[in-house]
C-alpha cells in the first residue's frame, strides 16, 4: 500500500528526495498498509544528530488491543551517517525544510519514507504551477 502527501507538491518546491527506513510498532504497520495514515501538517526534524517525523498520523488498527499504537507519536528516521549530515547541513541555510512525500512498501516488505529538501512556495508560484499543470493537461487532450 502507498501513502501520498499531495499538498507538499503544491506548498513547495522539492529539490531532492531520500528514502529512508522507519521504526514503527506492529500495529502501525497493520494500520498504514490499511492506507490509513494522513500528512496533515507532517514533517521532518532533526534532535540530537537523529531524523524524526513528526506530526504524522496513523490511526490505530481497527483490531488492536489495549497495546495499540498513539496516532501521533514522533518516529524515528534511518538514514545513513552521510545523508543525515548533508540534510542537516542543508536544514541550517534559510528556507529550507524537510517534509514526508509518500510511505510505501519496499521489496522486501518493509515500510519505507520517502523525504524531500523542500523549499516553501509563494503564492504566485503556486498560481503558476497550476496554471502549468492545466495547461499540460490540454496539450494531452488535443494529443488524443
Not at 35 to 52: I, P, T
Request: aromatic residues 8%; charged residues 35%; positive net charge.
Amino acid at each position: 500500500m502507498e501513502s501520498k502527501n499531495r499538498s507538499a507538491w503544491h506548498d513547495y518546491f522539492i529539490d531532492d528526495s531520500y528514502v529512508a527506513g522507519i521504526a514503527l510498532l506492529g500495529t502501525e504497520v497493520k494500520a498504514l498498509r490499511a492506507g490509513r495514515a494522513s500528512f496533515n501538517d507532517a514533517y521532518c526534524q532533526f534532535h540530537k544528530g537523529e531524523l524524526w517525523l513528526k506530526s504524522l498520523h496513523i490511526s490505530e488498527y481497527s483490531h488492536g488491543t489495549v497495546n495499540n499504537h498513539d496516532p501521533l507519536r514522533d518516529r524515528k528516521l534511518l538514514l545513513q551517517k552521510r545523508e543525515l549530515k548533508k540534510l542537516e547541513a542543508k536544514m541550517k541555510e534559510k528556507g529550507y525544510t524537510i517534509v514526508p512525500l509518500r510511505i510505501f512498501t519496499s521489496e522486501k516488505n518493509l515500510m519505507k519514507v520517502e523525504i524531500g529538501l523542500a523549499r516553501g512556495k509563494k503564492l504566485h508560484d503556486k498560481r503558476d504551477s497550476i496554471k502549468q499543470r492545466d495547461t499540460e493537461r490540454e496539450m494531452k487532450r488535443y494529443l488524443k
